[in-house]
């Protein structure tokens, strides 16, 4: 199994590896559009801001194999900033034109409550869609969330997972073999981890 992290120069790409580590699953971390493009399972990560993400895929073609692999059937896993880039827009950085392989806006939190805090950090309760094949738990658990941005799809039935914060979200998005969460399973514990080994499994 030739399961490939992507690096753009957006973090946590060593947590993702250690994680997958742990589960005993080889993984290679590279900025190479071609390995990307010969992987069994991607996985796209992110940490930072939409511009200079976006930015460096660009500048590597990245952004291309992205496509590429989307469309040539490979599993793929977004997580965090690499879910919110898979949108068509993000209002991040004064707008930004994003990967456009899921139609959608990324949007930011814009809280009344001044007790709830941007950006949205810590552990929340996630809700799967019935039938969601990566939702490893049979109770409500929580995962581990850091973002001030959140995706709003223009078709609803992609959401796979919400969870709140002053609002209801979409913390999950699934179309075929490409799904996205938007909190980080790499630091979620052991539902974090049976969720990285059941998209590892293709399960």
Same mark, same amino acid.
């Given at each position: 199994m030739n399961v490939v992290i992507i690096d753009y120069q957006a973090g946590n790409v060593t947590s993702v590896q250690r994680a997958l580590a742990s589960l005993g699953v080889e993984s290679c971390i590279t900025p190479d559009p071609n390995v990307v493009?010969?992987?069994?399972?991607? !996985?796209?990560?992110?940490?930072?801001?939409?511009?200079?993400?976006?930015?460096?895929?660009?500048?590597?073609?990245?952004?291309?194999?992205?496509?590429?692999?989307?469309?040539?059937?490979?599993?793929?896993?977004?997580?965090?900033?690499?879910?919110?880039?898979?949108?068509?827009?993000?209002?991040?950085?004064?707008?930004?034109?994003?990967?456009? !392989?899921?139609?959608?806006?990324?949007?930011?939190?814009?809280? =009344?409550?001044?007790?709830?805090?941007?950006?949205?950090?810590?552990?929340?309760?996630? =809700?799967?869609?019935?039938?969601e094949s990566l939702q490893t738990e049979t109770v409500l658990t929580p995962y581990y969330f850091v973002h001030s941005f959140y995706c709003s799809p223009t078709d609803e039935s992609l959401t796979v997972a919400r969870s709140e914060h002053g609002i209801e979200f979409c913390a999950g998005v699934r179309r075929d073999n490409l799904v996205a969460m938007q909190f980080h399973p790499e630091k979620s514990g052991p539902a974090g981890l049976r969720l990285l080994q059941r998209f590892v499994e293709g399960t």
């Amino acid at each position: 199994m030739n399961v490939v992290i992507i690096d753009y120069q957006a973090g946590n790409v060593t947590s993702v590896q250690r994680a997958l580590a742990s589960l005993g699953v080889e993984s290679c971390i590279t900025p190479d559009p071609n390995v990307v493009r010969a992987a069994d399972r991607v !996985i796209f990560p992110g940490v930072g801001a939409a511009a200079s993400c976006m930015a460096n895929l660009r500048s590597t073609g990245l952004d291309q194999a992205l496509h590429d692999v989307v469309n040539a059937g490979t599993p793929v896993l977004g997580i965090c900033v690499g879910m919110q880039l898979l949108f068509s827009h993000s209002d991040e950085d004064g707008g930004v034109e994003c990967l456009n !392989i899921l139609p959608g806006t990324v949007k930011r939190f814009q809280p =009344t409550d001044q007790q709830l805090k941007v950006p949205h950090m810590g552990w929340n309760p996630v =809700t799967f869609s019935e039938g969601e094949s990566l939702q490893t738990e049979t109770v409500l658990t929580p995962y581990y969330f850091v973002h001030s941005f959140y995706c709003s799809p223009t078709d609803e039935s992609l959401t796979v997972a919400r969870s709140e914060h002053g609002i209801e979200f979409c913390a999950g998005v699934r179309r075929d073999n490409l799904v996205a969460m938007q909190f980080h399973p790499e630091k979620s514990g052991p539902a974090g981890l049976r969720l990285l080994q059941r998209f590892v499994e293709g399960t």
